[in-house]
């Protein structure tokens, strides 16, 4: 079973309507989590992460995400889209207590942003 | 400071040969990883090493080895290439700072076919 996922294979919306990508767990106890871009043609890059404190975490070009306990989610959200936002998006997890070094990556969900 | 580099970009090989993928990284990171990324899987841990001199089997190693014998490298080897592994093959690496702060640092990821 997969233990990271993203329900959202490929989502379409035009410049400025708002994003919201899932991303679910299944494991149970403490993690980390992460959000990374991977723009056409090039590498991933950190967008964002949490690790405690303030559930709902900023990161870099207005994108935001929301740490929910009890539905174990880690939802990626902007207000307001941009062309430039076109990539893939993949959420991953790191389990502190259960080998610290290694990250679960989720299947990835393309975006596409219709100018 | 150029980061995390892959050789080669670009790779085409025949069934049962072997080659080395070479990750470097200037960064003085204890870890590195490597990855594959294909359609709809997202990324898949395959080996990664959390020092010199040691390595560990990730999700998906069978087919691979690896090597760590300085810091700053990380080998991926093929010893007999089959069509299954036609594949994007990203290197990663992190700093140890404990506590499952795991921000990885990308390569530009290398593109292999296996005819």
């Known amino acids: 079973a997969q233990s990271v996922s993203q329900h959202n294979h490929h989502v379409i919306l035009s410049e400025a309507a708002s994003l919201e990508l899932g991303c679910n767990y299944s494991y149970g106890g403490t993690v980390n989590l992460f959000w990374y871009v991977q723009y056409p043609g090039q590498h991933l890059q950190l967008l964002l992460k949490?690790?405690?404190?303030?559930?709902l975490v900023k990161g870099i070009k207005g994108f935001e995400a929301e740490f929910i306990k009890s539905k174990f989610s880690f939802n990626l959200r902007k207000p307001s889209v941009q062309w430039s936002d076109t990539a893939e998006y993949f959420c991953?997890?790191?389990?502190?207590?259960?080998?610290?070094?290694?990250?679960?990556f989720g299947t990835g969900t393309r975006l596409t942003i219709i100018p | 400071n150029a980061g995390v580099t892959q050789t080669p970009k670009f790779r085409v090989l025949k069934t049962g040969q072997s080659m080395t993928l070479l990750c470097a990284q200037d960064m003085n990171h204890e870890y590195m990883y490597w990855y594959r990324q294909d359609p709809g899987m997202g990324l898949r841990l395959i080996h990664y090493?959390?020092?010199?001199?040691?390595?560990a089997k990730g999700e998906v190693p069978d087919g691979y080895n690896v090597s760590r014998l300085k810091k700053q490298n990380f080998l991926l080897g093929l010893e007999s290439a089959a069509p299954s592994q036609t594949s994007v093959y990203f290197c990663?690496?992190?700093?140890?700072?404990?506590?499952?702060?795991?921000?990885?640092?990308f390569g530009p990821g290398t593109r292999l076919t296996v005819t």
């Open positions: 090493s959390v020092g010199e001199g040691t390595t």
């Open positions: 949490y690790f405690s404190g303030d559930p």
């Open positions: 991953a997890v790191n389990r502190p207590n259960f080998g610290n070094e290694k990250l679960t």
């Open positions: 990663a690496s992190s700093p140890q700072i404990g506590g499952g702060n795991l921000e990885q640092y």
